[in-house]
Every structure is written in C-alpha cells, then in structure tokens.
C-alpha cells in the first residue's frame, strides 16, 4: 500500500485529514481496493467524516471519534457503524474493519490499524478526550436566535 498522508491545519480551526488505502471486503472474493479519506475538525469534535472512492463512485458518511477509538481494541458500534480490530496471524499489529449500513446492506472495508491509530493520536492532540464540547461555539449558534426579540 501507498504511504499513508496526514495533513493538520491549525488556523482557523484545528483540522487533520488522512488519505490513504483500504480495501472493501466481500466473502469469498478479493478485496477490492479504495481510496480513503478520514477528515477531522474542532469545529465537529465529536465526529469523523469518511470518505471511500473507487472507480468514480464514492460514499460519505459520518461517525463518532469516540468508536473509532474503541474499535482500536475491541468490537464497538451498533446499529448503522460497527468498528472491530482484526488480528494478523504471526502477531502483525493487524486491521481494523469498519462497517457503514445495516447489517444485510452494507459496506465492510478494512485499512491498516496501526495508521488508523496514529492519526487518531493526532486528533486527539487536536482536541483531546473530555474537551469536545469546549470546541462547539454555542454563543455563536445561539447569539441569532435570542436577537430575534
């Protein structure tokens, strides 16, 4: 796989982007390769933006920093987002897969777990866990709305 490329900006707004490789995974057949693009901002501390392409079609979708984080170890998420380590045989550090739908209609891909895991240390010296919501500009968002008088 091509070297990973994380880029961080810091000014107007703390933000990290990953581009990289994953894989789609399908039962029984080869793995179908894709680009990846996990976006990181202040602005949205609580969320991962991802994007997969290949071949001109793409898919967006969004989930929380924190699953991502806990799938590092162990099976986390439900519902529309699952988040699971997969282990290499031979003690290689391994994938991480990530499901994006419902069960029965989804999309599993997989990308190298120890480059998930060093750009989620970078998110995190962004904006470090238990800090979030002292990110989010409620007086701005809310300032509009109390004018209104």
């Known amino acids: 796989m091509p070297e990973p490329v994380t880029?961080?900006?810091v000014h107007p707004h703390r933000t990290t982007t990953l581009r990289h490789r994953a894989q789609l995974v399908r039962d029984g057949r080869?793995?179908?390769p894709l680009d990846l693009e996990?976006?990181?901002t202040s602005l949205?501390?609580?969320a991962?933006?991802?994007?997969l392409e290949t071949d001109?079609?793409?898919i967006h979708w969004a989930l929380s920093r924190e699953t991502l984080l806990l799938g590092l170890r162990r099976h986390e998420g439900m519902g529309d987002v699952a988040v699971w380590p997969v282990r290499?045989?031979?003690g290689g550090s391994g994938w991480l897969r990530i499901r994006l739908g419902p069960s029965g209609s989804c999309g599993v891909f997989q990308t190298e777990r120890d480059v998930i895991?060093?750009?989620?240390d970078v998110t995190l010296r962004l904006v470090p866990r238990n800090t979030e919501s002292e990110h989010l500009d409620w007086d701005g968002f809310l300032a509009p709305l109390l004018d209104r008088d």
């Open 7 to 9: 880029s961080t900006e």
């Open 30 to 32: 080869p793995p179908v």
């Open 38 to 40: 996990l976006r990181y």
């Open 44 to 46: 949205d501390p609580f």
């Open 48 to 51: 991962v933006r991802i994007g």
């Open 56 to 58: 001109g079609a793409s």
């Open 88 to 90: 290499q045989p031979g």
């Open 117 to 120: 895991s060093d750009w989620l």
